[in-house]
């Protein structure tokens, strides 16, 4: 029973850590990208916290609905050799923009491209350089 304690509190002690590494980076990314560029709007108001609240929204979004637009997809991305992988971050942009509502404006142009591409790198680096390495700790 102990044996299980330990392995149930480590899982959730993994979760936790990647739900936190995965909101900094979210709110870095987009902050940073707000203050680059003027048609990219983010409610900076009360410390970031609409900033934090937006990447709790592309967090959830990427967990539950990405899967699902990635497999219906995936013909399209596979032909376009991946190109098209930044084109569903889009989507979940815009999905956070509707859901936000006034508290964040992303247009079409370059800059919804950019953050997209910018979102996908980010998932990238974190999934590669920090969650991955943290997890075969953890279980070893």
Not at 9 to 34: A, D, P
Not at 96 to 119: E, K, P, Q, R, V
Request: net charge positive; hydrophobic share 55%.
């Amino acid at each position: 029973m102990n044996e299980q304690m330990k392995s149930s509190r480590k899982r959730k002690m993994k979760m936790w850590t990647e739900w936190w590494i995965h909101m900094l980076g979210y709110s870095l990314v987009l902050i940073l990208t707000s203050k680059l560029f003027k048609d990219f709007i983010i409610d900076l108001s009360y410390c970031g916290v609409y900033a934090l609240l937006l990447s709790v929204v592309i967090y959830i979004l990427n967990k539950t609905i990405k899967p699902i637009i990635f497999y219906l997809t995936l013909p399209l991305t596979g032909l376009t050799l991946g190109l098209f992988y930044f084109v569903i971050n889009l989507i979940i942009l815009k999905i956070a923009d509707w859901i936000l509502l006034g508290h964040f404006n992303i247009g079409l142009g370059i800059t919804s491209i950019f953050m997209a591409i910018s979102i996908s790198m980010m998932n990238f680096l974190l999934e590669g350089l920090m969650i991955k390495p943290m997890i075969r700790r953890v279980e070893q």
